[in-house]
């Protein structure tokens, strides 16, 4: 079975420009979480969604958003970007009757120039 | 809030050694608790999880046993290969309502020589 997939692998783009990441959870998973890796850290949470409802939000600035569509895939919007959006943006899915535990995607890597 | 502690890396050992890695946290309620492993350019994948105090996790090798009196995670192996070498990070869960999240330690490294 095919597990989470991303896009693109990874992406260049300017300050001040926006980006958008997608993600295409396993088969049968309902929720998708976003996370973003800075080198050397761990991974911090974003968003979660499930149902195509956003269900929790972490620390992020307005600039982020996502949306999850009715296929259970995802997007992931950076507006405005900054050089410390630079980073791996991690999707994770999970089954609708376990959703904390989460599988991770290969990851999109973003730099910002 | 919720926090996870990992031993700083990197933890060099020799091919066939014994592995621990120290992982410890603070949580309100009894969260499930979780080990990853990244491999250089890759995402993560779960290694193992426990759900409970007292139940132990277990997958290729590794282990890891829920302690709820000393709040710990700790990652085990009994002999260590190359092919281990990667970063490990440990990870409970947090519930809030609807919403679920991890939250991550900072991760350890391993370096394995053959």
């Known amino acids: 079975d095919a597990g989470v997939t991303q896009s693109p692998t990874h992406l260049i783009k300017t300050r001040g420009q926006h980006v958008t990441l997608r993600c295409s959870p396993i088969s049968g998973h309902k929720s998708v979480s976003w996370y973003q890796q800075v080198l050397g850290q761990g991974p911090q949470f974003i968003f979660q969604y499930y149902e195509k409802e956003e269900r929790g939000r972490g620390n992020f600035p307005d600039r982020f958003s996502a949306r999850q569509f009715p296929n259970y895939s995802s997007e992931l919007n950076v507006n405005a970007l900054l050089l410390g959006d630079s980073a791996l943006y991690l999707c994770?899915?999970?089954?609708?009757?376990?959703?904390?535990?989460?599988?991770f995607g290969p990851g999109t890597r973003l730099l910002v120039l | 809030g919720d926090s996870v502690t990992q031993m700083e890396g990197p933890v060099t050992l020799s091919e066939e050694a014994f592995l621990t890695i120290n992982c410890t946290y603070t949580a309100t309620g009894y969260p499930s608790l979780f080990w990853y492993v990244q491999y250089p350019g890759e995402g993560l994948q779960l290694l193992l999880k426990?759900?409970?105090?007292?139940d132990k996790g277990s997958n290729k090798g590794f282990e890891a046993t829920y302690r709820k009196e000393t709040t710990s995670f700790h990652l085990e192996k009994g002999s260590v290969q190359v092919s281990d070498s990667a970063v490990y990070f440990c990870a409970l869960s947090d519930r809030m309502d609807s919403s679920y999240k991890l939250i991550f330690g900072s991760g350890t490294r391993l370096l394995v020589r053959p």
């Open positions: 426990a759900t409970k105090a007292d």
């Open positions: 994770a899915s999970s089954f609708e009757t376990d959703q904390e535990t989460q599988y």
